[in-house]
């Protein structure tokens, strides 16, 4: 049977010395305090873990360091925000590219052909949930079309504003000629590796392959944990371009 259960919050000088017990160094009582302070003990827990020896004992490897976990941590929160960078633009090229091919291929309102959907039961899924979405909108553009045109919803360019990007990706996927399967495994280098593609496409005068790669000496990452292969800065995507 499971137990109450019964353990005291500790407070930041105890944490430091749990810490100190299994095995990490850490020079700076003072800033240790500080950031447990404002980054959560279980918060950074998740960065210690290829520190540790022996997860059930949880005692680090000799000569473990605050800073090596404080390093690791501030790595993945700027390749966080690298990311979002990344996704972001290439989000909102995908909505233009979708709504310019869309509209001039089948019409300014060709997200209410039905006889575009793969499924039908789907298409209407996605027309019910998009109705949703425009409903709660208070864009301008949104609040004057529907006070000057009769059509229930707006033109597909201005509707790939307001939908979400879920939605986006099952009306997507439901289009006859745009099904697309794919086999690969969004391992992270993967995962990047695409986003580097888009960017390329989207912005060819783009920073961000430079600044990834700068990201990665600056905190001396070993990238095969990320399942980057050995050879990953000499291939071709990963190169600059010339000038």
């Given at each position: 049977?499971?137990?109450?259960?019964?353990?005291?919050?500790?407070?930041?000088?105890?944490?430091?010395?749990?810490l100190q017990g299994r095995g990490m160094v850490i020079p700076n009582h003072a800033e240790a305090v500080f950031?447990?302070?404002?980054?959560?003990?279980?918060?950074?827990?998740?960065?210690w873990?290829?520190?540790?020896?022996?997860?059930?004992?949880?005692?680090?490897?000799?000569?473990?360091?605050?800073?090596?976990?404080?390093?690791?941590?501030?790595?993945d929160c700027q390749l966080r925000l690298l990311v979002l960078d990344a996704i972001e633009r290439v989000e909102v090229s995908v909505r233009s590219t979708w709504a310019y091919n869309l509209?001039?291929?089948?019409?300014?309102?060709?997200?209410?052909?039905?006889?575009?959907?793969?499924?039908?039961?789907?298409?209407?899924?996605?027309i019910n949930k998009l109705t949703e979405e425009i409903g709660r909108s208070d864009e301008a553009f949104i609040q004057?079309?529907?006070?000057?045109?009769?059509?229930?919803?707006p033109p597909?360019?201005?509707?790939?504003?307001?939908m979400s990007l879920g939605l986006l990706s099952r009306w997507y996927d439901n289009l006859k000629p745009?099904?697309?399967?794919?086999?690969?495994?969004?391992?992270?280098?993967?995962?990047?590796?695409?986003l580097l593609h888009f960017?390329?496409?989207?912005?060819?005068?783009?920073?961000?392959?430079?600044?990834?790669?700068?990201?990665?000496?600056?905190?001396g990452i070993d990238v095969s944990a990320m399942d980057f292969p050995n050879n990953w800065e000499v291939l071709s995507i990963w190169r600059e371009a010339q000038p």
């Open positions: 049977m499971p137990t109450p259960f019964s353990k005291p919050p500790k407070t930041w000088s105890e944490q430091i010395t749990i950031y447990l302070q404002h980054l959560n003990y279980y918060r950074l827990g998740a960065y873990l290829p520190f540790e020896i022996d997860h059930s004992s949880h005692s680090f490897r000799k000569g473990t360091t605050f800073e090596d976990v404080l390093n690791l941590y501030i790595f509209a001039h291929r089948h019409g300014a309102h060709a997200h209410l052909d039905q006889s575009l959907a793969l499924r039908a039961h789907w298409w209407q899924q996605n004057h079309y529907r006070h000057t045109y009769s059509e229930s919803l597909v360019w201005a509707v790939c504003e307001i745009m099904q697309v399967r794919s086999d690969i495994e969004k391992q992270l280098y993967n995962s990047l590796v695409i960017m390329d496409a989207v912005d060819p005068h783009h920073q961000w392959r430079r600044a990834l790669k700068a990201l990665i000496a600056k905190h």
